[in-house]
């Protein structure tokens, strides 16, 4: 049997929550029924020995193969993905799975390409089917529509990669020690067509958009730039991310790496809170998938009441001060 592996993101050191959820979802795949030999993982960059037994410690992987040199430091696509399908093909997985991150829409194909074998993006339900193995749910056009693929009979690995915060993280399954073992790619080494000397994280963003479990968002409704503190400061009593439509985005009133939408960030918290924002499928296709959505807006017959599961009508400069201070009571009362 051939095992499923997969790809650990980290970042500064830490491990990107939808990692967890990934080997978690890996590991349910096994009890399903996927014949497979195991859960492996892999871990890629510099400084990672925290990380590799934080996996393997608490049994996440079987095994975990730790690819670290101070020259995959920072994502590389071209060495990242040539390392990753050098070991694909080596351990011949069957299954590759990695979080649809930022570096993990670019890695998925990538690899993919390498090997020429197919990839599925943003993927939201895995099952098995014993007929095809594998067979991953994509929402398209904006998640108006959803396709189910799985890989051709006689392809010989299916690169997946799923929507962060979709799939529960568990508790690790097992309490066997898995064991870490380090991959020293025999490849000449690729051509780098482009090379990060520093990455500078936005001094803005306190809570990661795409990892927030909770996100309170704003639209064109807040009027102006300034009244975005209204949201952070709902935010800030939920340790919420804060997030924005696109016109919000191109009024200026906050760059665009709180865009959320179809041209911006997908993201699936438990909880999305849209404040003034009409719900336009572009926005919508952003965030429909989030566990629960609270929908603040003046106009009853605004489209994101059709996907909210609580809807609020009424004007959110009085709405969202009233909420804040109720949050906070609660908190002082605990
Ligand atoms: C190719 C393409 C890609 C796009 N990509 C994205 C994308 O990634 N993300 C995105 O968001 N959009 C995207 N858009 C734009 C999208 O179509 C909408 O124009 C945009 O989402 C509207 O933003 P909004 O809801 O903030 O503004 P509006 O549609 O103007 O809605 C503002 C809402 O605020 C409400 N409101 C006003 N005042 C108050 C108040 N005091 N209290 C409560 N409610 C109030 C109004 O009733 C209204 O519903 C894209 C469009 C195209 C064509």
Known sequence: MRPILVFVEV???VIKRVSFEVLSEARQLLLRGLPASGVYAVLIGDQLTDAAHEIVKKGWADRLYLVENTSYRYYSSERYASVVAEMIKRMDASLILMGATAMGRDLGPKVAAKLRVPVAQDCTALDVDLKHGVVATRPVYGGKAITKVHAQEGIRHFVV???PNVFSAGAPPINEEGAIEPFTSTL??????SVVTEVI???SAKVDLTEAQIIVSG????RESSNFSLLE???STLNAAVGASRAAVDAGWKPHSYQVGLTGKTVSPLLYIACGISGAIQHQAGMSSSRYIVAINKDPNAPIFKIASVGIVGDLFEIIPRLTALLRKRAASH
């Open 233 to 235: 400061e709902l935010a």
């Open 219 to 222: 639209g064109r409704g807040l």
């Open 161 to 163: 990669t799923v929507r």
């Open 188 to 193: 000449p080494d690729p051509v780098i067509k």
């Open 11 to 13: 970042r500064d050191g």
């Open 201 to 203: 994280a936005a001094a």
